[in-house]
């Protein structure tokens, strides 16, 4: 089974802080994700990693950063927390399988509180 | 802009009933459809998927329906649980792998 884990479950930190959140996959993808949810707007992507030291802004990057240093391992930076970026943080990882299959696996998430 | 679309927010269905669920998207570009199912303080957990050479695809109680000439798919799931609560996330991607599209979920209530 493909496992996905995140750091932490819950995360309170105060305004202005940095804060850093790790995620670890165990199936060798080649990508991974960060996506923050919240209510009435779904999953939004932050940053993907396609490869090592490789990064790619997703929709909404500002106030964030990454860093993919090992192929299993995907870290999401606030590199100054602010009220607006209390959300649910989720990673994923994915890849491309033999005949075109593509399977796309999450952790359990990281709910962040700023205050 | 939103290429995935999930226009019901929410459905409740009695237990026992078929549950569907629909999502629409606007790329004709995407060729890898995928659904998920999450409980709340929880990830996404990946329920079933279909490529676009398909247009139907089973497993067990859950089919996906994709109709590429409406840009359409639909999820149903028979007969519904209450177990099945949970809101459904459905997601395009085109054939690489690394660029997924998300609909806004619809939040399915199967009532007992």
């Known amino acids: 089974d493909v496992k996905v884990t995140q750091s932490s479950r819950y995360l309170v930190k105060r305004t202005g802080e940095k804060v850093f959140l790790e995620c670890v996959q165990d199936m060798d993808h080649e990508n991974m994700f960060w996506y923050r949810q919240d209510p009435g707007l779904g999953l939004r992507l932050i940053y993907f990693?396609?490869?090592?030291?490789?990064?790619e802004k997703g929709d909404i990057p500002e106030g964030y950063s990454v860093s993919r240093e090992k192929k299993e391992r995907f870290s999401l930076i606030l590199e100054s927390a602010s009220t607006n970026q209390t959300s649910m943080y989720l990673c994923?990882?994915?890849?491309?399988?033999?005949?075109?299959?593509?399977?796309?696996?999450f952790g359990p998430g990281t709910r962040l509180t700023v205050t | 802009d939103q290429q995935v679309k999930q226009n019901s927010p929410s459905l409740s269905v009695q237990e026992g009933r078929i549950s569907i669920l629909n999502c629409d998207y606007t790329n004709s570009m995407f060729d890898y459809f995928l659904w998920y199912k999450k409980y709340p303080a929880e990830g996404p957990t990946f329920l079933i998927s279909?490529?676009?050479?398909?247009d139907k695809n089973e497993d067990g109680r859950f089919t996906v329906f994709l109709n590429k000439s409406a840009k359409h798919l639909s999820l149903h799931i028979v007969p519904s649980q209450p177990g099945d609560s949970a809101v459904y996330f459905c997601?395009?991607?085109?054939?690489?792998?690394?660029?997924?599209?998300f609909g806004t979920g619809t939040s399915l209530t199967v009532i007992p």
């Open positions: 994923a990882s994915s890849s491309l399988e033999r005949g075109g299959r593509v399977e796309q696996y």
């Open positions: 997601a395009a991607s085109r054939n690489t792998g690394n660029q997924f599209y």
């Open positions: 279909i490529s676009s050479i398909k």
């Open positions: 990693s396609y490869d090592v030291k490789m990064k």
